[in-house]
């Protein structure tokens, strides 16, 4: 079985700085996905980065990037220069083989305000 | 880049009536589609995985004859919550599996927030 931990129920950060928000997992897949979705108060769940467990480098898009350590099982989003409109809930996600329709096993989120 | 158009947005319905959400994958074809509850401050609960051309694969716990799930073509995939009652309320979103070579993406619908009286 696969889970997801999001110990941070909620966060708080400045504009313009980074903020990482904490994403542990559990798998006995050698092969799996990572995700983190972002899901503002609209409801709609807007993908962000994703992080494949076969990939040697990081993930990054823009200002989101992935902070994948393997071995401790854990994959970070840090989202750098934040902004007010980053503000919303942060979902991390997992799913195991890639391809052939495998369902997301999602986090608890961590609600993300940025502060003036 | 990849749209999921799911509809309707919101809807209110009395108890004992039946509601149709569709999701609709705009500019690529989905052979599967996911559906999802979300309670409100909780995470996503899969409800229910949905294969073009054959039956859906239900998560344990959910009731297949109370949610049913239609998959009829390669964009579009149906949701019924049959007999609404009031527990039935809750938001509910799909997504759509994306293949790009060996990389997948999933994309979500806007969700649709069902009020049962």
């Known amino acids: 079985a696969q889970k997801i931990t999001q110990t941070q129920p909620g966060m708080f950060v400045q504009e313009k700085e980074a903020v990482t928000l904490d994403c542990t997992y559990d798998?006995?897949?050698?092969?799996?996905?990572l995700f983190w979705y972002k899901q503002p108060s609209s409801g709609e769940m807007i993908f962000l980065i994703y992080?494949?467990?076969?990939?040697?480098q990081n993930a990054t898009e823009g200002r989101y990037s992935l902070n994948f350590q393997k071995a401790r099982k854990s994959a970070n989003l840090v989202i750098s220069a934040s902004q007010l409109g980053d503000s919303a809930m942060y979902f991390c996600?997992?799913?195991?083989?890639?391809?052939?329709?495998?369902?997301?096993?999602f986090g608890t989120g961590t609600q993300l305000k940025v502060e003036l | 880049g990849a749209v999921v158009s799911q509809h309707p947005s919101w809807v209110i319905c009395k108890s004992g009536t039946s509601v149709k959400i569709e999701c609709r994958s705009l500019?690529?074809?989905?052979?599967?589609m996911f559906w999802y509850r979300q309670f409100p401050k909780q995470s996503l609960m899969l409800m229910a995985t949905?294969?073009?051309?054959?039956?859906?694969?239900?998560e344990q716990g959910v009731e297949k004859d109370k949610f049913l799930i239609n998959h009829a073509s390669l964009t579009l995939s149906t949701l019924t919550v049959t007999s609404a009652h009031p527990e039935d309320s809750s938001f509910y979103i799909c997504?759509?599996?994306?293949?790009?070579?060996?990389?997948?993406?999933?994309?979500f619908g806007s969700g649709t927030q069902l009020s049962v009286l």
């Open positions: 798998t006995s897949d050698q092969s799996y996905g």
């Open positions: 997504s759509a599996s994306r293949v790009y070579g060996t990389n997948e993406k999933l994309f």
């Open positions: 992080q494949g467990s076969y990939d040697e």
């Open positions: 949905s294969n073009e051309g054959s039956k859906a694969t239900y």
């Open positions: 996600a997992m799913r195991g083989r890639p391809g052939g329709g495998n369902k997301l096993t």
């Open positions: 500019d690529f074809q989905a052979t599967t």
